[in-house]
């Protein structure tokens, strides 16, 4: 995944809270094989009314997801958070999230970012007010603010999370750090443990 330092970008204010993973990305989106082409499903049920906030025009293009209290609970589909960055979007505000939901954001650089629910409402206010309000998300120093509405907050992310965002490590990327060691290992490895063909 590539290194996230800093998100600066307009939003979209999704007034609605516990919103569920089979909200985020209905079941029948789940036969996919491949990470990709989930930003269409997204939302799928709630985007057949033309009034929902992503059918709007002044909200196109928003990289920057904020959604009311309690989100991404449900199942732990990791397709829900693949939808939200196939999209487009590359974070997410939120006063609560689900936590499988968190962790899942974080291994693949969807930065979830919690604040105080009085933030939270402030910036839902904020930017239905203004839909060019610019939101900048900085990681590294764990702040959120949106300097022409007044907001600035924290919000709370552990060291390890910070590392691997700042740094683009998923998964794998974390494994790769150890190629050397694994690469001796399987040079000492018995004969008559199976393997891989290379």
């Known amino acids: 995944m590539e290194p996230v330092r800093v998100i600066t970008g307009r939003a979209v204010p999704l007034d609605r809270s516990d919103v569920d993973t089979d909200q985020i990305i209905p079941a029948e989106w789940l036969k996919r094989v491949e990470r990709t082409g989930f930003g269409a499903g997204l939302f799928a049920s709630w985007r057949d009314d033309r009034a929902f906030v992503l059918n709007q025009p002044q909200y196109a293009g928003a990289t920057i997801l904020v959604a009311g209290p309690n989100f991404g609970t449900g199942s732990s589909r990791e397709h829900a958070v693949w939808a939200l960055q196939d999209y487009g979007f590359r974070a997410v505000i939120s006063p609560r999230f689900a936590d499988i939901f968190r962790n899942n954001c974080t291994k693949v650089g969807l930065v979830p970012a919690q604040v105080d629910a009085q933030v939270g409402e402030a910036l839902l206010r904020a ?44 998964d794998i990327g974390l494994t790769l750090r150890h190629a050397a060691a694994i690469d001796a290992y399987e040079t000492r490895r018995p004969d008559w443990l199976p393997t891989v063909p290379a």
């Open 127 to 170: 930017v239905e007010a203004d839909p060019d309000l610019e939101i900048t998300i900085d990681v590294e120093r764990g702040t959120v603010s949106a300097p022409a509405a007044g907001i600035e907050a924290t919000f709370p992310l552990d060291e390890f999370t910070r590392h691997r965002l700042l740094e683009g490590l998923d």
